[in-house]
């Protein structure tokens, strides 16, 4: 069954503290893996994009890794900012008869404080 | 902004009541996409239309009913909900059917009483 866990379902940190949210996934074929941030009231954005072959990516303050091997990924926030309290949500996307076809997770919550 | 807009933005209706949503994107691009998000579920993919033709019906109940009269405008169509239909809808827009990034509207918050 093609699942997307995010880890943890929320977290709470002071403004200025680093922190890495979890995703594991069972998604196959896997194609792509995406992070998005959503803001309360908004739409998701797409934060950092990763194809197979690649490991890492960064965004700014982002930053992404990808083990496809263990079928898991991070994100990973610096330096955080209170602009940064929104769910962050992984989508990992499978190849099928020649779309790519997403499974999002539930999303990690994240609330920074002053 | 990400170039996808919603109306209305909240949205409370009675169970016996007929409204429609609407998302326009003005991004050219050729897919287009219904999302319904639940409070502690993840998104659930709806709809896609490519080059306005139906796609993608991800089992959804008749009481939706999609409509893409061109590329750049998406509606759906509610009657006879159910208050467990109560969610945010996003509509998403990409450039091509291929699920390349997609740009998520602000969505319409849905109450069904």
């Known amino acids: 069954k093609n699942q997307v866990e995010q880890s943890p379902q929320s977290l709470i940190i002071l403004e200025g503290k680093n922190c890495t949210l979890q995703?594991?996934?069972?998604?196959?074929?896997?194609?792509?893996l995406r992070w998005y941030k959503q803001d309360t009231g908004r739409g998701p954005v797409s934060l950092t994009i990763?194809?197979?072959?690649?490991n890492t990516k960064s965004n700014g303050r982002y930053t992404a890794t990808l083990d496809a091997d263990t079928k898991q990924s991070s994100l990973h926030i610096t330096a955080s900012q209170l602009s940064d309290s929104a769910s962050y949500i992984c989508?990992?996307?499978?190849?099928?008869?020649?779309?790519?076809?997403?499974?999002f997770g539930r999303g990690t919550s994240l609330i920074v404080h002053p | 902004e990400t170039g996808v807009t919603q109306t209305p933005r909240h949205l409370v209706m009675g169970m016996t009541n007929k409204k429609s949503l609407k998302c326009e994107q003005h991004?050219?691009?050729?897919?287009m996409y219904w999302y319904k998000q639940s409070a502690k579920k993840p998104l659930e993919l709806m709809f896609v239309?490519?080059?306005?033709?139906?796609?993608e019906n991800n089992s959804v109940p008749s009481r939706f009913s999609p409509e893409c009269p061109n590329s750049s405008h998406l509606f759906l169509h509610l009657h006879t909900l159910q208050p467990e239909d109560s969610a945010l809808y996003l509509c998403?827009?990409?450039?091509?059917?291929?699920?390349?990034?997609?740009?998520f509207g602000p969505g319409t918050r849905l109450t069904v009483l």
């Open positions: 998403a827009s990409s450039p091509q059917e291929v699920y390349n990034e997609q740009f």
């Open positions: 995703c594991n996934y069972t998604v196959s074929p896997f194609s792509n």
């Open positions: 990763m194809t197979f072959s690649e």
């Open positions: 989508v990992v996307s499978r190849a099928s008869g020649g779309s790519y076809i997403p499974t």
């Open positions: 991004l050219g691009h050729n897919a």
């Open positions: 239309y490519n080059f306005k033709e139906q796609t």
